[in-house]
């Protein structure tokens, strides 16, 4: 048997440092401002690998790295919700699709008879339009 001291990975050394709370309000602050896995990692002079094996071993960081995604999302809905309130076509649409249920997602899903399990189904809508002619704009209807 060994007595090899374990080696602290690099957020034990932070607590042992004293900088525990700085670090993490740096990363937080990193992934409020959209910033990835791998860019956060380069900012702390760590791989991306390092960071999420971190991640997984210390809750904490695991957190800031959330709360920071949470902002993000929070600011998003705000506004979503404000182009919502000026009558946005679109945002009302993508709003209604997030948040209206089922009744406004246009894609449906359904069991499979065979498996049992969800099939993902979007409906298929073709649209036939007359031909026009490039120069006169007529569709080629007859007109009474």
Not at 29 to 35: A, K, N, R, V, Y
Not at 77 to 98: C, F, H, P, W
Request: glycine share 8%.
């Amino acid at each position: 048997m060994s007595n090899a001291k374990k080696q602290k990975d690099l957020f034990e050394k932070w607590v042992e440092a004293g900088d525990v709370e700085n670090k993490l309000g740096v990363i937080q602050s990193l992934s409020m401002q959209g910033m990835s896995m791998g860019q956060i990692a380069e900012n702390l002079g760590v791989s991306r690998r390092t960071l999420q094996n971190l991640q997984k071993k210390h809750p904490a960081l695991e957190k800031a790295i959330s709360q920071g995604r949470q902002y993000v999302v929070a600011m998003c809905q705000n506004k979503l919700m404000e182009r919502v309130s000026l009558g946005d076509t679109t945002a009302i649409i993508y709003a209604l699709k997030v948040y209206g249920g089922d009744f406004f997602n246009d894609r449906k899903v359904v069991d499979a008879k065979v498996t049992g399990t969800p099939v993902s189904v979007q409906p298929q809508v073709q649209i036939y339009l007359p031909a026009t002619d490039p120069e006169t704009g007529d569709s080629g209807e007859k007109k009474d």
